[in-house]
């Protein structure tokens, strides 16, 4: 039952990319009927199986109005993390 709801809903996020074209995750939220913070995960996922790309980033509205960096990790953290997660 929970794998027929995961592909389900892998299924109408890819015909909601191949409708509509790329599109913000609240977008596809919307769309399909799952929070902002739901279709990210699951896009997440996606992305992770080579289904989609994930191509532009911005800062969230609290972080731009705070004016919040955050330190970028070194490249060694940045190889460490990979090979941790087996990529």
Not at 15 to 36: F, H, K, N, Q, Y
Not at 64 to 85: F, L
């Amino acid at each position: 039952m929970t794998d027929d709801w995961w592909a389900e809903i892998d299924g109408e996020i890819l015909d909601c990319l191949r409708a509509g074209g790329p599109m913000s995750p609240a977008a596809i939220g919307c769309r399909i009927g799952v929070s902002e913070a739901s279709a990210t995960s699951i896009l997440s996922m996606l992305a992770r199986q080579g289904q989609v790309r994930v191509c532009l980033v911005e800062l969230s509205d609290a972080c731009r109005r705070s004016g919040q960096t955050a330190e970028a990790p070194s490249s060694e953290e940045v190889a460490e993390s990979s090979i941790s997660e087996g990529q």
